[in-house]
């Protein structure tokens, strides 16, 4: 089995156009991890029912390999802690809220993101009161549906989990069959041979 590339992708602040644009609602979360649909809680107000229409799930998890294929180049993406915490916070920053597509191909109303944050202790946090299962660094995002044609295919399971659209810059890592400390050993054998040369 070959080995592929690794491509970490992480936001250049000078350019502009780095960040998350927005968050698609997806049948198939390219992090394979499925939200929890709050469906079923209800708000009771006398005798109207009313549901909250929210979903919770995980948008990003750090260091979570993610195939790709370009062509004929098969390689995974990551994403650092510290470029998820970042992803997070820019997200905010620049109102993109309201910002939502369905399967990447459709801008709809009525979805917003209502909540946010990054875990920072997977065993204490607050996503384990869905069964999130998020390692720390994961970036949770609670949505509210309040587009009736959107909520209806949530609940028919059209949608399973979110993914995110932006731009990010990329680094690619090679993968090496040799480890770190056999690359370092074979450097200071080199070095001492080429020292050896010299005398």
Not at 38 to 56: A, P, W
Not at 96 to 112: A, M
Not at 167 to 175: G, I, T
Request: glycine content about 4%; aromatic content about 10%.
């Amino acid at each position: 089995m070959k080995k592929l590339d690794t491509v970490e992708l992480f936001i250049d602040e000078s350019k502009e156009l780095d960040g998350i644009e927005a968050i698609s609602l997806v049948e198939f979360p390219a992090i394979e991890e499925n939200w929890v649909a709050l469906n079923q809680h209800k708000v009771e107000f006398k005798t109207i029912d009313i549901e909250k229409r929210i979903v919770v799930g995980l948008a990003l998890v750090p260091d979570k390999k993610i195939y790709r294929k370009s062509g004929d180049y098969e390689y995974n993406i990551v994403f650092s802690k510290d470029t998820v915490c970042k992803a997070s916070e820019l997200y905010l920053k620049k109102l993109k809220t309201n910002n939502t597509t369905l399967e990447h191909q459709t801008l709809t109303s009525g979805v917003s993101v209502i909540e946010s944050w990054i875990v920072e202790d997977s065993a204490m946090d607050k996503s384990n009161l869905y069964s999130l299962n998020a390692p720390t660094g994961s970036w949770a995002v609670i949505m509210k549906i309040y587009n009736d044609n959107v909520w209806e295919d949530v609940k028919a399971g059209k949608y399973l989990g979110f993914s995110i659209e932006g731009m990010f810059s990329d680094s690619v890592q090679e993968m090496s069959s040799e480890t770190e400390a056999e690359l370092i050993i074979k450097e200071i054998q080199k070095a001492f041979e080429d020292e050896s040369e010299i005398l």
